[in-house]
Protein backbone atom coordinates (compact mmCIF):
# COMPACT_ATOMS: atom_id res chain seq x y z
CA UNK A 1 0.00 0.00 0.00
CA UNK A 2 1.72 3.54 -0.96
CA UNK A 3 0.37 6.79 1.15
CA UNK A 4 -0.32 9.79 -0.51
CA UNK A 5 2.66 11.63 -0.68
CA UNK A 6 2.75 14.69 2.04
CA UNK A 7 2.91 18.32 1.32
CA UNK A 8 5.44 20.65 1.51
CA UNK A 9 5.18 24.23 3.19
CA UNK A 10 4.00 26.61 0.99
CA UNK A 11 6.54 28.67 -0.75
CA UNK A 12 7.47 32.12 1.16
CA UNK A 13 10.33 35.05 1.37
CA UNK A 14 13.21 34.34 3.93
CA UNK A 15 11.46 36.53 6.39
CA UNK A 16 8.28 34.60 6.29
CA UNK A 17 9.79 31.31 6.66
CA UNK A 18 11.92 32.32 9.16
CA UNK A 19 8.91 33.65 11.55
CA UNK A 20 6.84 30.14 10.51
CA UNK A 21 9.82 28.19 11.64
CA UNK A 22 9.52 30.16 15.26
CA UNK A 23 5.57 30.10 15.11
CA UNK A 24 5.72 26.29 15.13
CA UNK A 25 8.99 25.86 17.35
CA UNK A 26 7.78 28.03 19.95
CA UNK A 27 3.70 26.16 19.94
CA UNK A 28 5.52 22.90 20.10
CA UNK A 29 7.59 23.94 23.29
CA UNK A 30 4.42 25.15 24.97
CA UNK A 31 2.02 22.03 23.30
CA UNK A 32 5.11 19.33 24.56
CA UNK A 33 6.43 20.64 27.96
CA UNK A 34 3.74 22.81 29.33
CA UNK A 35 -0.06 22.28 28.20
CA UNK A 36 -0.59 18.51 29.81
CA UNK A 37 0.23 19.44 33.70
CA UNK A 38 -1.37 23.18 33.42
CA UNK A 39 -4.07 21.09 32.45
CA UNK A 40 -3.74 18.80 35.34
CA UNK A 41 -3.36 22.05 37.85
CA UNK A 42 -5.75 23.73 36.40
CA UNK A 43 -8.40 20.80 36.44
CA UNK A 44 -7.82 20.07 40.42
CA UNK A 45 -9.81 24.01 40.60
CA UNK A 46 -12.78 23.66 38.87
CA UNK A 47 -16.34 22.08 39.35
CA UNK A 48 -15.83 18.50 39.17
CA UNK A 49 -18.65 15.82 38.91
CA UNK A 50 -18.53 11.86 38.53
CA UNK A 51 -18.12 10.69 34.65
CA UNK A 52 -19.95 11.27 32.25
CA UNK A 53 -22.73 13.58 33.82
CA UNK A 54 -25.08 12.91 31.02
CA UNK A 55 -27.69 9.42 30.64
CA UNK A 56 -26.94 9.26 26.65
CA UNK A 57 -25.96 5.83 25.31
CA UNK A 58 -24.89 5.00 21.59
CA UNK A 59 -25.69 1.70 19.99
CA UNK A 60 -23.04 2.43 17.28
CA UNK A 61 -20.50 5.37 15.80
CA UNK A 62 -22.66 6.91 13.80
CA UNK A 63 -25.32 7.11 16.26
CA UNK A 64 -22.56 9.32 18.40
CA UNK A 65 -22.08 11.39 15.61
CA UNK A 66 -25.34 12.11 15.46
CA UNK A 67 -25.89 13.32 18.86
CA UNK A 68 -22.42 14.81 19.01
CA UNK A 69 -23.19 18.22 17.67
CA UNK A 70 -26.49 19.04 20.23
CA UNK A 71 -24.50 18.49 23.16
CA UNK A 72 -21.43 20.36 23.11
CA UNK A 73 -20.47 23.65 21.57
CA UNK A 74 -17.19 24.90 20.34
CA UNK A 75 -15.59 28.25 22.21
CA UNK A 76 -12.29 30.03 21.48
CA UNK A 77 -9.76 29.56 23.58
CA UNK A 78 -9.63 31.74 27.13
CA UNK A 79 -7.56 34.71 26.76
CA UNK A 80 -7.20 34.31 23.06
CA UNK A 81 -5.14 30.97 23.36
CA UNK A 82 -2.79 31.97 26.53
CA UNK A 83 -4.56 29.45 28.25
CA UNK A 84 -5.48 26.89 26.22
CA UNK A 85 -5.68 23.24 28.24
CA UNK A 86 -7.28 19.94 28.41
CA UNK A 87 -10.11 19.12 30.58
CA UNK A 88 -10.34 15.95 32.82
CA UNK A 89 -13.56 14.02 32.99
CA UNK A 90 -15.06 14.99 35.85
CA UNK A 91 -14.69 18.83 34.67
CA UNK A 92 -16.60 17.88 31.35
CA UNK A 93 -19.09 15.82 33.41
CA UNK A 94 -19.51 19.13 35.93
CA UNK A 95 -20.66 20.57 32.84
CA UNK A 96 -23.23 18.61 31.90
CA UNK A 97 -24.55 18.56 35.01
CA UNK A 98 -25.17 22.07 35.19
CA UNK A 99 -25.90 23.32 31.70
CA UNK A 100 -26.52 20.01 29.98
CA UNK A 101 -24.05 20.58 27.61
CA UNK A 102 -20.08 20.70 26.99
CA UNK A 103 -18.45 23.37 25.55
CA UNK A 104 -14.85 24.19 25.17
CA UNK A 105 -12.56 24.58 22.68
CA UNK A 106 -10.89 21.91 20.15
CA UNK A 107 -8.72 20.59 22.68
CA UNK A 108 -11.59 20.10 25.09
CA UNK A 109 -13.94 18.66 22.55
CA UNK A 110 -11.31 16.27 21.06
CA UNK A 111 -10.44 14.83 24.78
CA UNK A 112 -14.23 14.52 25.39
CA UNK A 113 -14.68 12.57 21.97
CA UNK A 114 -11.53 10.20 22.66
CA UNK A 115 -13.21 9.16 25.84
CA UNK A 116 -16.54 8.07 24.16
CA UNK A 117 -15.28 6.45 21.45
CA UNK A 118 -13.77 3.54 23.63
CA UNK A 119 -17.39 1.88 22.97
CA UNK A 120 -16.72 1.76 19.51
CA UNK A 121 -13.11 0.61 18.20
CA UNK A 122 -11.56 -2.87 18.81
CA UNK A 123 -8.37 -1.57 20.12
CA UNK A 124 -8.64 1.27 22.46
CA UNK A 125 -4.71 2.32 22.22
CA UNK A 126 -5.97 3.31 18.35
CA UNK A 127 -7.34 6.17 19.92
CA UNK A 128 -5.27 9.24 19.38
CA UNK A 129 -5.73 12.97 20.11
CA UNK A 130 -3.60 14.56 17.45
CA UNK A 131 -2.72 18.37 17.89
CA UNK A 132 -1.39 19.95 14.78
CA UNK A 133 0.19 23.42 13.72
CA UNK A 134 -0.63 24.07 10.13
CA UNK A 135 1.16 26.67 7.84
CA UNK A 136 -0.36 29.77 8.64
CA UNK A 137 0.30 31.21 5.48
CA UNK A 138 -1.94 28.95 3.59
CA UNK A 139 -5.00 30.52 5.47
CA UNK A 140 -6.87 33.69 4.48
CA UNK A 141 -7.89 34.90 7.36
CA UNK A 142 -7.60 34.65 11.52
CA UNK A 143 -4.51 32.23 11.10
CA UNK A 144 -3.57 32.31 14.78
CA UNK A 145 -6.95 31.28 15.17
CA UNK A 146 -7.04 28.39 13.06
CA UNK A 147 -3.82 27.49 12.28
CA UNK A 148 -3.36 25.27 15.86
CA UNK A 149 -5.93 22.71 16.05
CA UNK A 150 -6.81 19.00 17.56
CA UNK A 151 -8.26 16.15 16.31
CA UNK A 152 -9.52 12.73 17.38
CA UNK A 153 -7.40 10.39 14.57
CA UNK A 154 -9.06 6.65 15.70
CA UNK A 155 -8.95 3.03 13.68
CA UNK A 156 -12.74 2.08 12.96
CA UNK A 157 -13.18 -1.56 11.18
CA UNK A 158 -9.73 -1.46 9.58
CA UNK A 159 -9.78 2.61 8.51
CA UNK A 160 -8.43 5.79 10.38
CA UNK A 161 -11.31 8.13 10.79
CA UNK A 162 -11.56 11.54 12.05
CA UNK A 163 -13.34 13.83 15.22
CA UNK A 164 -13.12 17.48 14.55
CA UNK A 165 -15.03 19.65 17.19
CA UNK A 166 -18.40 18.08 16.82
CA UNK A 167 -18.21 16.36 13.71
CA UNK A 168 -17.25 12.96 12.21
CA UNK A 169 -15.91 13.20 9.05
CA UNK A 170 -17.09 10.69 6.19
CA UNK A 171 -14.03 10.14 4.85
CA UNK A 172 -11.90 7.13 5.55
CA UNK A 173 -7.85 6.86 5.17
CA UNK A 174 -5.73 3.75 4.84
CA UNK A 175 -3.22 5.12 6.86
CA UNK A 176 -2.06 7.62 10.17
CA UNK A 177 -0.21 10.06 8.48
CA UNK A 178 -3.08 10.41 5.60
CA UNK A 179 -5.94 11.02 8.22
CA UNK A 180 -3.88 13.40 9.81
CA UNK A 181 -3.11 15.54 6.63
CA UNK A 182 -5.89 14.97 4.54
CA UNK A 183 -8.80 15.23 6.68
CA UNK A 184 -11.32 18.17 5.56
CA UNK A 185 -9.69 20.69 8.15
CA UNK A 186 -6.27 20.12 7.02
CA UNK A 187 -6.30 19.04 3.85
CA UNK A 188 -5.34 22.53 2.82
CA UNK A 189 -3.05 23.46 4.86
CA UNK A 190 0.86 21.72 4.77
CA UNK A 191 0.92 20.52 8.59
CA UNK A 192 4.00 21.66 10.24
CA UNK A 193 4.45 19.51 13.20
CA UNK A 194 1.94 16.97 15.33
CA UNK A 195 1.94 15.57 18.58
CA UNK A 196 0.15 12.27 19.06
CA UNK A 197 -1.04 11.45 22.78
CA UNK A 198 -3.32 8.16 23.72
CA UNK A 199 -7.42 8.83 25.21
CA UNK A 200 -5.35 9.53 28.79
CA UNK A 201 -2.92 12.33 27.20
CA UNK A 202 0.19 9.79 27.31
CA UNK A 203 2.48 11.41 24.73
CA UNK A 204 3.01 8.54 21.92
CA UNK A 205 5.08 10.95 19.92
CA UNK A 206 5.54 14.69 18.22
CA UNK A 207 7.87 15.44 15.76
CA UNK A 208 7.36 18.00 12.29
CA UNK A 209 7.58 14.86 9.83
CA UNK A 210 4.29 12.93 10.26
CA UNK A 211 5.81 9.74 8.86
CA UNK A 212 8.57 9.66 11.00
CA UNK A 213 5.61 10.16 14.08
CA UNK A 214 4.27 7.12 12.21
CA UNK A 215 7.35 5.55 12.94
CA UNK A 216 7.70 6.49 16.38
CA UNK A 217 4.43 5.53 17.15
CA UNK A 218 5.19 1.78 15.65
CA UNK A 219 8.20 1.55 17.72
CA UNK A 220 6.08 2.49 20.99
CA UNK A 221 3.28 0.05 20.17
CA UNK A 222 5.67 -2.84 19.42
CA UNK A 223 7.41 -2.11 22.61
CA UNK A 224 4.47 -2.22 24.12
CA UNK A 225 3.09 -5.09 22.17
CA UNK A 226 -0.29 -3.07 20.80
CA UNK A 227 0.10 -4.21 17.27
CA UNK A 228 2.39 -4.45 14.64
CA UNK A 229 1.61 -1.69 12.07
CA UNK A 230 0.06 1.93 11.45
CA UNK A 231 -1.03 1.32 8.30
Not at 42 to 69: I, T
Amino acid sequence: MVMRELPSPSSQPVHRRAARGAYWRMLALVFRWGKVPFSKALGRLQKRAPWPGHDARWDSLEDYARWLPGHVRWKPDRLGGVIDVFPTRETIAAQFQEKGYFEEDCDGLAYFSAQNLVSFVADPNKITIVTVVLDPFTFKKSPLLYAAHVIVVFQYQGKWRVISNDTLYGDEFDSFAEAVQFNPYCREHPVLWGEVRDKDLHLYASGADLAKVTQKMQDVWRKKDMGPSLA
